[in-house]
């Protein structure tokens, strides 16, 4: 995929957003989940900082391919359009005086932070 921009300042706050949400859960989980094991008031170390940034990818690899999408078609603060989908056409040629038509395919595969553009023909 190739990284591309809009005109909208909404990566940093995407980021801190996620951050932030993975944080609090790498906390909920050190507080509900794991406070009650043995082996983890030996270990806890292996736990605490792992978890937030494990959190972090997989928090980030959800909005970057599925939820984006949510948030844009809703209008709730993502302004990337979703051009992803299969587009059909032709093309004419000032080679031949624009008197035949090339079918082609236009194949867009996107995410919230790349784009992928294919023509066929």
């Keep these: 995929m190739h990284p591309y921009t809009i005109d909208r300042n909404e990566r940093p706050k995407v980021y801190y957003l996620i951050l932030i949400i993975s944080i609090i ?3 909920l989980m050190h507080e509900i989940l794991l406070k009650d094991w043995d082996f983890y008031d030996r270990y806890s170390w292996l736990f605490d900082l792992p978890s937030a940034f494990g959190l972090l990818g997989l928090y980030f690899f959800l909005f970057n391919n599925y939820l ?3 948030f844009s078609k809703h209008k709730l ?3 990337t359009p ?3 989908g299969k587009y059909t056409g032709y093309l ?3 080679y ?3 008197v035949s038509e090339v079918p082609i395919t236009l194949i867009v595969n996107q ?9 066929v023909t």
């Design 25 to 27: 859960t790498a906390w």
């Design 68 to 70: 984006w999408k949510y």
């Design 77 to 79: 603060g993502i302004y």
């Design 82 to 84: 979703v051009l992803g």
């Design 92 to 94: 004419k040629s000032s």
């Design 96 to 98: 031949d005086g624009h």
């Design 111 to 119: 995410n919230w932070s790349g784009i992928k553009i294919y023509l």
